[in-house]
Each structure stands twice: as structure tokens, then as C-alpha cells.
């Protein structure tokens, strides 16, 4: 089926499922939306993010997208399950995923889950968890300073660090061998994450997973992309473009092309892909 893959998230850390599913399914086109005028999402009440949600798969459904991937922690934990329950086409969130992925990771199943506050809060990733192992230990911990960093550019460095050494220091008394990446934003700080903790533990991001979980439904649905149709990507920001496409060169290494400023409350603008990046994947 020839129609592209809609994914949403509150800002730019939604590439990072983005780049995964175009580097596993080469063929699929991608139509992505970036809430970076409203992010993050994290401190926000459950209505805000359930109607900022709404509106981004409004938008993507105006594109008539195959299967909607909602590539933020925040809005899969308030969204997922309401939004397929409504709608007729597939839908994908990124905790089940991350929570899979630890899991199998976990020598121990001892797992710590670090993310915004409203992920954390809603108590997501225990569930999915202990869905899956009943007897996971679960150490849950909110790092709301992390999301302003990555959008701002700030990945490596010393304030970097300073702000991750800090947010994590409560986990110093708390035993775990596997540390999930709760929040698609957080990968970008990997490194800096990693500085911080045990060499042995395992740091788990959601993108892998999330990707093969993508590539299932769509061949169980009969709809992968079929034939020698050139994928095209489509990239739309509710906040500044420039910045947008500047941040997802520094931070992910990836070359999005034309960005394009949209008012979530407008349809999107009609072929507004970049045909200089048409069929080449997005890292540079």
C-alpha cells in the first residue's frame, strides 16, 4: 500500500523512531510532525497532551496515512489505547516496545525507567513491565530537565553532564542492571548517560523495537509498501523550521530536508516533501 507512515511526537526526539523505521523498512514513506512550539509534554496535565495529541493525528489522518506511530512517551501513555479505539487504522506507541526490549536485555529483571513526568507518573512502563515479567523490580524516576536540553541542542558538554549527573543521583541507592530511555528525546543524551552510571548496565531506547513492531502490523495488515515507488519524507514543525532542521542535523545527524512551520489547527500543506531527499533515508 502506497500511503506513507504518520508519526508524532512533541518535538524533535521522535526522529530518533523515525530514522529506525526508514533504516528497517527502506521502502516507506513518512510523513513526521514535531509539537515543538507546545514541548514538552511532560509537565502538561493529561487534557493538554490527550488534545495537542489529537490534533497532530488529526493532521496526519488529512494526509491519509496507513498506520500512525505516536512516538512520544507522554502521548503514548495518555493516547494509545483511546486512539485505537477510535480509529480504523494501526497505531503504535513506544512503551511496549521499550518495555520488550528491557526485558530481554534484563539479566537480573531489576529495570530502571527514566522519562518526563507525565510518563512516570502515569505509572506506564510498571504496567507494561510487569505485564510481560511479573516479577520485574521496577525503579521509576523523572528527569524533567532532560527534553529542555535536547531541544535546545545541548547533547554533550559540561552543562549537559552537570544536568544528567544530577537527575540521576537518586538512582545511586537503587540496584539495576538495565536503564530504559523513556522518552524518545533522551537518546540524544546516550553518552552523557552513560558517563553517569555503571559500565554494566544496559541502556534501552525504544526505537528498535518500536521499528519492528511497525513492520509486523504492516505485513500482517498487507501493508507494506510494494514496487519500486520512491519513498518520500515530509517533515512539519509547529515551531521554528530553521531550528528544527538545524537541531535534527547537530543532535542526530540527520538531514531532513525542507521543514516545513504548520498551525496544527490548518491542514497540512499539500506536497511539501523535499525531492532532493526522496529515497535517500535521512542520515546524513
Not at 505516536?70 to 494501526?90: D, M, Q, Y
Not at 511496549?96 to 526485558?103: D, L, N, Y
Not at 544528567?164 to 524518545?184: E, M, R
Request: glycine content about 8%.
Amino acid at each position: 500500500m502506497n500511503k506513507p507512515i504518520g508519526i508524532i511526537d512533541s518535538g524533535i526526539g521522535g526522529l530518533t523512531v523515525a530514522t529506525e523505521i526508514i533504516r528497517q523498512l527502506s521502502k516507506e514513506s513518512i510523513v513526521y510532525i514535531g509539537d515543538s512550539a507546545r514541548c514538552p509534554y511532560g509537565p502538561r496535565s493529561r487534557e493538554e497532551v490527550r488534545r495537542f495529541t489529537w490534533q497532530m493525528i488529526d493532521r496526519l489522518l488529512e494526509a491519509d496515512v496507513k498506520m500512525i506511530v505516536i512516538a512520544c512517551n507522554t502521548a503514548t501513555a495518555v493516547v494509545l489505547e483511546e486512539a485505537r479505539n477510535k480509529l480504523s487504522i494501526p497505531v503504535v506507541g513506544v512503551i511496549r516496545p521499550g518495555a520488550i526490549s528491557a526485558i530481554q536485555a534484563s539479566e537480573r529483571g531489576e529495570i530502571a525507567v527514566i522519562g518526563t513526568s507525565g510518563t512516570i507518573d502515569s505509572g506506564a512502563y510498571t504496567v507494561a513491565l510487569t505485564a510481560i515479567k511479573g516479577d520485574v523490580v521496577v525503579e521509576s524516576l523523572a528527569c524533567p530537565l532532560f527534553v529542555p536540553l535536547v531541544e535546545q541542542g545541548i547533547v554533550t558538554g559540561p552543562e549537559a553532564l552537570a544536568v544528567v549527573k544530577q537527575s540521576l543521583a537518586p538512582l545511586q541507592t537503587t540496584t539495576f542492571d538495565t536503564l530504559i530511555l523513556g522518552c524518545t528525546h533522551y537518546p540524544l543524551l546516550t553518552s552523557v548517560i552513560a558517563s553517569c552510571l555503571p559500565p554494566h548496565v544496559k541502556i534501552i531506547s525504544s526505537a528498535k523495537e518500536t521499528a519492528r513492531e511497525v513492520s509486523s502490523l504492516l505485513f500482517h495488515y498487507n501493508q507494506a509498501q510494494q514496487g519500486d515507488v520512491m519513498p518520500t519524507y515530509r517533515f512539519y514543525t509547529t515551531g521554528d523550521a530553521a531550528q528544527f532542521k538545524q537541531l535534527a542535523a547537530q543532535s542526530l545527524h540527520v538531514e531532513t530536508g525542507l521543514v516545513v512551520e504548520v498551525d496544527l489547527a490548518s491542514r497540512l500543506p499539500a506536497d511539501t516533501y523535499d525531492h532532493s531527499i526522496v529515497g535517500k533515508g535521512l542520515c546524513s
